[in-house]
DNA sequence: CGTGCTATTGAGCGTGGTCAACTTTTGTGG
DNA sequence: CCACAAAAGTTGACCACGCTCAATAGCACG
């Protein structure tokens, strides 16, 4: 596989004061400009990914943070008995490796699911912003933010209940990102959803035909469509009414 | 019930210095006698919860992060359709609310499992603490741990993986507070556990009975002692010598 | 234009959920 | 301290949800 390309933003005319994604990223929150300012000044590089290629593999040493700019990612580790384990998906101004900043060492692997744009945060301009408190604090409520959405992804009892609370999920971040409740992109494959939600492939793909037999759900070409909202809401057991605001 | 009391640390002679948690909590780390001494200075109270008190509810404000300095909490919300649902369970050493700090509105609610005592960390010091780059990268440290560890409790995908990695995770948190594989509490009741865990309490119950009948484990008076960790571990899908060190 | 990955559909069966009954433990008030 | 009530734990029977296996169709990549 290619080596990873690594380009300015600068040169890609990329910047966190025009990134669409920055209300969800460190850039976002209650941040100034001469704060914007100073972390955009920090970051410097984009890795640029094709479908497929890895971002970092598990037990390699962490030496960024990265911002996902474009595109899409899957995290996924090998556990101890060889298997395969999918557990999280990241899209534009989602962060990638806070549960690795402990160690420097990376627990998981991230792979691209499409051609994929990050923006790179290396460890030490990361100390380097240490030193600007709301830039940290900003951080703090990331991280925090990001607890909450991990629980929410995959908590139903019934294999029903989680597949409609991982796309109500899904949904949900969509909408952070302006993007219509009639066009949310579906990048994994359902092996890859079937293997976070811990449940059979088959059974995801049935539970997908009968959403969509009942009309609440579409699903073309890898995009979702919602016909039914509430009637998902109903299946699931989340809220994302709640989660709107 | 009655109101929850709170004491001054000095009064009950807590401080970070001899808490033999530090090493899991904010003092921690890599600070120095001086950080740990300013920390100290910062936090002054403790909450004093009897069994089954509540240290705060959903939707309130939140105020405060605590510190549990000794006892055992539950963590809990209840959904849409009122279903009871238990996150999280908080041992000495465990940070508690800091999935709410973003918005500063609790989401989960917490509740003692027997007498317990917390350090309450207010959010204003929680502000001061910040000019402090050490104690936040810290902070960010201990983040970043609860998230790797929050994974690995409830992973497997069968019953019986499930309820041994559940242990699994139980026993190695211990072993980070210096107890003995002998003698691992369990100050949850197993319907607790099951809704933890999403598995219903018979089976959880008759996974502990066969545990126990194949000499694996032992639960007497709620405390859990480990007869063969290397068959619980080949049972469930963690390695706990992994987290050892 | 094949080769391999992904999606789809069917049939059979086992894990584990549900319901029910009972025992044991815990907590509360007389 | 005992009596009673409530909660937690235990055990068995039944059966359905969803897993496994299998076979085929669609699609994307070289």
Redesign the pocket.
Known sequence: MANKIIKSRVAQNINCFNCCSRHLCIAGGSLNTSEIDYLNGLIQKVVILK?QEHLFHAHSEQKNLYAVYKGSCKEYWIDENGNYCVTNFYFPGDLIGLESISDRTHLLSVVALEPTELCVISLNDFSLMQEKVNILKRFIDITSMKMRNDRSAKMG????ERVSDFLLNLISRMLERNQTINHVPLPM???DISNFL??????V??I??NLARQKIIK?QN?VLTVLDISELERLGRLDYSLKKD
Chains 1, 2 share one sequence.
């Open positions: 479908k009892v019934t294999a029903h494959s359902q092996l811990n449940i059979a492939h088959e059974t793909n049935r997908f035909k699903i890898k």
